[in-house]
């Protein structure tokens, strides 16, 4: 296993949710650690209570942003790809315009843009993690555009695990995770996410550290590589 001391980890979407989790499991296992998001009121939130992590903010999209990030740090062991990043239309198919369609790809498109943009910078025994998600491969009505994201997530990841070796590329696919993807639904978020869960074997919605220790996994593993971890507890089984 890799160890984490002293290994300079930069997570993008790093404010809230999964990110911040796997952020500050990385700090507890001695790693250096920026972590990365939109808006200043995130970030500055987050870094209130989690001193010794590096917070700052950038849109996924600004590739000019994302180059003066990655020249900063200098030296990148491992990057980890967390941002939203998009809008998500959830709706039948042949209701959704071109446009919203295209819009939920804009995920996808900021994640290469992180990997073309660090790549200057990781070590031959470096990594990537993509968070991806379970409608790649479970999708129900209405999600057609988030499942082709997934989808794109996870063959992304095959293919540059082959091209970037050895550096090394995996996906961590989550299922319903409670996050701030979700403080759209107000107080009522907590209940709805219960309700989305029940028919699933675990019967409940994760927590982001749940997700975050696989993408530490991903990270410390130094024989994974083009892999994909499901944690969406038995959401994916019939
Ligand atoms: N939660 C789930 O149920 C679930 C399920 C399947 C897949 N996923 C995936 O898991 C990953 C993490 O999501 P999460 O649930 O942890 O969401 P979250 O709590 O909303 O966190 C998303 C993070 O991404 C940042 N971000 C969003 N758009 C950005 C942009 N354009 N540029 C830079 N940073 C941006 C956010 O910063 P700001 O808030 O400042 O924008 C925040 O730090 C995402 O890829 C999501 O699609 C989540």
């Keep these: 296993m890799v ?7 930069v997570v993008i979407g790093g404010t809230s949710g999964i990110g911040l989790a796997t952020a500050v499991m990385a700090k507890a296992q001695g790693a250096k650690v920026w972590a990365v998001g939109r808006s200043e009121d995130r970030a500055a939130a987050a870094a209130e209570g989690n001193p010794g992590i590096s917070f700052s903010t950038l849109d996924i999209h600004n590739l000019d942003a994302l180059t003066t990030l990655f020249e900063s740090i200098g030296i990148i062991h491992h990057v980890v790809a967390a ?44 990594s990537i993690t993509l968070l991806g998600g379970f409608p790649a491969r479970k999708c129900n009505p209405g999600m057609s555009a ?54 699933i074997p675990l ?23 083009g892999t994909t971890i499901d944690i969406e507890g038995g959401a994916l089984l019939p």
């Design 3 to 9: 160890s984490l001391v002293d290994r300079n980890v």
């Design 83 to 126: 941002a939203t990043g998009a809008n998500r239309t959830m709706a039948p198919f042949i209701e959704q315009t071109d446009e919203q369609f295209r819009e939920a790809f804009n995920k996808f498109w900021g994640y290469c843009n992180v990997i073309r943009k660090a790549s200057p910078y990781m070590t031959d025994d470096g």
């Design 146 to 199: 988030v499942s082709c994201v997934g989808n794109a997530v996870e063959g992304l990841s095959r293919a540059l695990a082959v091209e970037m070796a050895p550096r090394r590329v995996n996906v961590v696919a989550p299922g319903t995770i409670s996050t701030g993807m979700f403080d759209n639904l107000g107080d009522k978020k907590e209940e709805i996410l219960a309700k989305g869960t029940q028919h």
């Design 203 to 225: 019967k409940r919605p994760g927590q982001s550290e749940e997700v975050a220790s696989a993408v530490i996994l991903t990270l410390t593993n130094a024989y994974m590589t």
